[in-house]
């Protein structure tokens, strides 16, 4: 795998490196020793999916407090997505800095969003497909949010979105009481 550090402090863009031939590809996505050689977390509790019908599906931003916190390894594995995180940590050089990249079924490239990054997803295509490798078991309590498109963040997404949930538009602006 290639790891290619990102803009956002702590985050990377994680690309397989497939082998070929007269069959197809086969590729490693994940191998702990590989993502520790990198200073990177290799826990893991859950892999979650989301399926989403229809483009401009907006998912995010989301993040869980601490203690519960968690890292995400995002990647699409059917359609398109605009992956994007958030730096919603105080302590780093990147606060409040965002960074986003298409990720696909084709590329086969993965986000790896580090605790304290809100992250989120707009579909490019009908019938996208979103698996999260995720380091922490999902805490009801401990689940917040922030607008997607708040002038805080300043996020340059693809398009508008066409469908978002309630709960995802309705979040509030961020506040430093959003901290992580």
Known sequence: MRFAPLPVEGAWLVEPEPRTDERGLFARTWCAREFAEHGLSAALAQISVSYN???GTLRGLHYQEEPHAEIKLVRCTAGSIYDVIVDLREDTKTYLR??????????????????GCAHGFLTLEDGSEVLYQISDFHH?????????NDPAFGIE???????????DA???????????
């Open 157 to 167: 997404w693809p398009r508008v979105p066409a469908r978002i949930s309630q709960r």
């Open 170 to 180: 309705e979040y509030p602006l961020f506040t430093r009481a959003h901290r992580p």
């Open 140 to 148: 009801a309590e401990s689940a917040r949010g922030v607008r997607w």
């Open 53 to 55: 019908e229809m483009a």
């Open 98 to 115: 965002w960074y986003g990249a298409t990720l696909s079924a084709t590329n086969r490239m993965a986000l790896y969003v580090p605790k």
